[in-house]
């Protein structure tokens, strides 16, 4: 919920869509504050319901300065995430558990200790 600036509840006409949208501005008030008020938009894809409203939303957001002072976290955020996918790319889950599974058996198992010796 922290990275959205816009909210879509598409299919709006299904039973529900109104307090799943009503849930979401409840939300949107336990964020920080913002240049940038977070839109919540309902739509209906199959009948064009919404559609020019969440274009206008997007265009105004393009305009928005909150835009460009929250790029560098977001591709810090993205950035982080690819870094932490490539260091695990060699780990094997069930290798860890075997490992794990023998220390912890064996009466001698620190996770900080264990994780270090990993890095």
Sequence with gaps: ??????????????????????????????RPASTWAVPVIATMATEGKGIEELAQAIEAHDHSPETNTRKPYLLAEKAYQ??????????????????????????DFNLYGYVAGKG
């Design 82 to 107: 690819l870094i932490q996918a490539s260091r695990m790319t060699d780990i094997d889950k069930s290798t860890l558990l075997a490992e794990i599974q023998a220390l912890v058996e064996k009466g």
């Design 1 to 30: 919920m922290e990275i959205a600036d816009i909210f879509v509840v598409n299919k709006s006409d299904r039973p529900g869509s109104d307090l799943f949208k009503a849930n979401i501005i409840k939300m949107l008030h336990q």
